[in-house]
């Protein structure tokens, strides 16, 4: 058995597997034992192969106004394929190809020759159909190439003399007809693969769209900004009481959208401009002025309209101050540490940025570094100004800053989590109080709750059974007054 490694594209693996399953039963054919476990897709070298594309954009002499570049990415993995070595009688010769005759006008005088080897293919199309071996002249329908192994020596002969040369001439026909079948279902993958890293091309759907790694950070920032919080794949609640998370128009979607979307609108020609600049009053004759007049309304609108267009496109753009700070994110994470865990976040997010540039298939995964960055600066900043007091235990009311929210799922179904940083900043973690309904990060909350300080950190408390509180402790003269009415049996 041999083990033959091809690399192919992500997407086209389950097609490979299904041609592997015909690779299987033409095995099977040959009294060979092949199965599905010699399919090995080897998960660990997926990788991504980038190609710059320069478009060259014509008007309509055919002459170059413009040129872009842009950078595409196939997803490939390596397969390790289980292939049986057929044909490998040991004797001193192979089957190197078939020839048969083509009868029929659509013939043309050529044979139909079978090889893995181009050469033969060519050498054999137009050959006489003859015996090398016996010298036998007859009508022949169908011949054998043999190869000596030893010396690559060719002989061309009838299939009974080829029983003289290989032994059992039709077993050893099945395995090289095998042995084309895997090539024919195989190479197109690999040959796939290899366009792409020639030429950029792919089949539909194989090859992704890549954007500048600053480039998209800023217009992750810029969706931040402008649509809340950032979501890195949830586009909608799961449930209809669930809170958007935290907000569907802040996805890795919307800022692939944004990036696609995203050429200059194209300044009017020369021609429009200098048409724009003429004066109509410069005309004596009155028809041909109302023309002129007409052609330099028409030339000055559609140079309103491209200012007005290339305005709304930049109001789409990052501003400079978030394609400085995605600067200074990315800079960040080239220098930030990584574990050496095969899918340790860190190193993966270094892993997807440090081409210079992300695929569109990644944007999902690449666009958590601008929220890891103020997690990571957060943490900087907390290790810098530790808390001044431990967090607190016992029933007590607190005040602070609502700095993260989450949904947990338990149980009982699911419940609102808030992280609170208290004036200390020392945090506490407990179940938003009922009587908020959309709490949001950064809002002030005063609750009251039951709290258990952290085993494994003195500045971080547990609550239970949360109340808003309204900063005062209850008098317990009101709670006397509440008893005596209680006891008077009065209705409130
Ligand atoms: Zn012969």
């Known amino acids: 058995m041999n083990t033959r490694t091809v690399t192919v594209a992500v997407s086209a693996i389950g097609e490979l597997r299904k041609a592997y399953e015909r690779i299987i039963r033409g095995a099977k054919r040959l009294e060979i034992e092949l199965t599905i476990a010699g399919f090995r897709p080897k998960w660990e070298t997926k990788r991504e192969l980038a190609k710059r594309r320069v478009t060259t954009v014509l008007d309509d002499d055919n002459k170059a106004v413009d040129q872009s570049t842009s950078v595409f990415t196939m997803e490939v993995v390596d397969v390790d394929l289980d292939v049986p070595e057929v044909g490998a009688t040991g004797g001193a010769w192979r089957v190197a190809a078939t020839i048969g005759r083509v009868y029929g006008e659509a013939a043309n005088g050529e044979n139909d020759v ?7 293919i060519t050498r054999f199309r137009s050959a006489a159909l003859e015996c090398e071996h016996c010298r036998c002249n007859r009508r022949r329908v169908r011949t054998i190439v043999c190869r000596e192994v030893a010396t690559g020596r060719l002989k061309q002969v009838g299939v009974e003399c080829g029983v003289f040369y290989v032994g059992d001439t039709e077993k050893e026909v099945r395995g090289l007809e095998f042995q084309e079948l895997v090539h024919v279902l195989i190479s197109p993958f690999e040959d796939e693969v290899m366009a792409f890293e020639k030429e950029g091309r792919a089949s539909a759907g194989r090859a992704a769209e890549a954007f500048d790694a600053v480039e998209a950070v800023a217009f992750v920032l810029k969706v931040m900004e402008e649509d809340g919080g950032y979501s890195p794949s949830k586009t909608k609640p799961q449930n209809e ?17 944004r990036m696609q979307w995203n050429s200059r609108p194209k300044e009017p020609s020369e021609e429009v401009r200098a048409r724009a600049a003429l004066n109509p009053w410069d005309e004596q004759d009155p028809v041909l002025r109302e023309a002129l007049r007409n052609k330099v309304e ?13 305005k709304e496109w930049e109001a789409k753009q990052p501003t400079a101050e978030q394609r400085a700070k995605a600067v200074e994110i990315l800079t960040w994470l080239a220098g930030a540490e990584a574990g050496t865990e095969p899918d340790d976040f860190m190193a993966n997010l270094k892993a997807v940025f440090e081409p210079g540039w992300v695929s569109s298939k990644r944007l999902a995964f690449g666009a958590c570094v601008a929220a890891t960055y103020e997690r990571a600066m957060r943490k900087a900043a907390e290790a810098a100004n530790p808390p001044t007091a431990p967090a607190p235990e016992g029933r007590v009311g607190v005040e602070g800053e609502i700095i993260a929210l989450k949904w947990v799922e338990s149980d009982f179904g699911a419940v609102h989590k808030m992280t609170v940083r208290l004036a200390s900043r020392a945090k506490v973690y407990c179940s938003v109080p009922t009587e908020i309904h959309s709490p949001r990060v950064g809002d002030t909350i005063r609750f009251k709750a039951t709290f258990t300080r952290s085993d494994r950190d003195p500045f971080f408390a547990f609550g239970k059974v949360p109340n808003l509180w309204d900063g005062e402790e209850k008098k317990p003269k009101r709670r006397a007054k509440a008893a005596v009415v209680a006891q008077e049996g009065v209705m409130l």
């Open 114 to 120: 079978y090889s893995r080897d181009q050469e033969l």
């Open 241 to 257: 009481w669930e809170e958007p998370q935290p907000n569907p128009n802040a996805t890795w979607r919307t800022v692939l959208r």
């Open 298 to 310: 028409m030339a000055r609108e559609d140079i309103e309209n491209w200012q007005a267009a290339v």
